[in-house]
């Protein structure tokens, strides 16, 4: 009998889910040791922090891409693909902007749920670029980004004065630190990070996947 979906999708993303979990943890301690800012960025948000699992994005992407590839499901239309993803792209910074043009604060919680729906609409639309692979990123997003939510709650009850409990700016309302946490943590964590996974990891590996069999065979349709 053939194994289930779910547990292949489980044994496709274990290791790709634990080098991701060292690298959280890696990250946590460099921060909590005050290593290289370069390295371990500390301040809100940690953008540009070379150790970071947002870098694993593309990277697991394409592995992915290359393992559903290879287990015998043909690539999409290149172009359709390409038009979902663009879509996806885009939803995020353009809902944002079309809610600033109506007046709504950068820094609010209103501003957050614009850019919750908006990544939940991404999702969906980037699934049906290539419905295999989108479902593989989906349950490796998911299996990144929960841990990652834990050690926001752990550190923001900590006060630990990491990327991973300081608000995303000053002017972001003071609450409690599990209503802080609900906020900064786990709703981005599982929506917006996991939108973003499945995009630009289906993004990369699509056309990795386009480039490798052209003029091998036809695509699907």
Not at 125 to 143: D, E, I, Q, S, T
Request: proline share 8%; net charge positive; hydrophobic share 60%.
């Amino acid at each position: 009998m053939s194994d289930s979906p779910v547990v292949r999708h489980g044994r496709l993303i274990l290791v790709p889910a634990l080098i991701t979990l060292a690298i959280t943890l890696l990250r946590l301690a460099g921060e909590l040791l005050h290593w290289s800012p370069t390295l371990f960025n500390p301040e809100a948000g940690g953008g540009g922090a070379v150790v970071g699992i947002v870098w694993l994005v593309p990277v697991f992407g394409i592995y992915f891409a290359l393992k559903v590839a290879g287990a015998g499901e043909a690539p999409p239309r290149l172009g359709r693909a390409l038009g979902l993803l663009l879509v996806a792209l885009v939803l995020l910074p353009a809902s944002g902007a079309v809610a600033g043009a109506l007046g709504v604060s950068e820094v609010s919680t209103t501003m957050l749920l614009v850019f919750v729906a908006a990544s939940i609409v991404a999702l969906l639309v980037a699934m049906r670029a290539w419905p295999p692979l989108g479902r593989v990123l989906l349950a490796y997003g998911l299996a990144a980004r929960i841990p990652v939510a834990v050690v926001m709650l752990i550190a923001i009850l900590g006060d630990w004065g990491t990327h991973y409990d300081v608000p995303p700016s000053p002017e972001f309302p003071a609450m409690a630190p599990l209503a802080k946490w609900f906020w900064i943590g786990l709703i981005p964590q599982l929506t917006i990070w996991i939108a973003f996974t499945v995009v630009v990891g289906s993004l990369c590996g699509i056309l990795t996947v386009a480039l490798l069999h052209r003029g091998r065979r036809p695509v699907a349709a």
